[in-house]
């Protein structure tokens, strides 16, 4: 089992920043990719960006020049500066991590997190 805990969520005026961490635990062998979705009442879950093990990031257009995402494989967690928001950002930010577990039989995993409330607002 992986679990995949996260924080920094929280009201913000628009133009503000947020740092959302997201940190892994369990029985963990390795961890592939690590990525942050959105989901906003009433639309579909998004991703927000990834990160690769190696670093090679991707955002989604909506977000390009605002957000970073960054990770440090030595404490198996994945963060998100998230900057000049939107009202258009508010949503549920979920973490996801993809990777193998460490057992007898290694096997992959593909967990998420409980997601954390993101709003933007006056």
């Known amino acids: 089992q992986v679990q995949l805990v996260e924080s920094g969520g929280g009201l913000v005026q628009p133009g503000g920043s947020l740092r959302l961490s997201c940190a892994a635990s369990?029985?963990?062998?390795?961890?592939?990719?690590m990525g942050w979705y959105r989901q906003a009442p009433g639309k579909q879950r998004e991703l927000v960006a990834s990160?690769?093990?190696?670093?090679?990031?991707n955002y989604t257009d909506s977000v390009k020049g605002r957000f970073t995402i960054s990770r440090d494989n030595a404490k198996n967690t994945v963060y998100l500066q998230m900057n000049s928001l939107k009202p258009e950002d508010t949503a549920v930010y979920y973490c996801?991590?993809?990777?193998?577990?460490?057992?007898?039989?290694?096997?992959?995993?593909?967990?998420w997190g409980q997601g954390t409330q993101v709003t933007v607002s006056s």
């Open positions: 996801n991590a993809g990777g193998v577990v460490a057992a007898t039989v290694q096997y992959e995993f593909d967990s």
């Open positions: 369990g029985s963990i062998f390795a961890i592939y990719a």
């Open positions: 990160i690769t093990s190696g670093g090679r990031t």
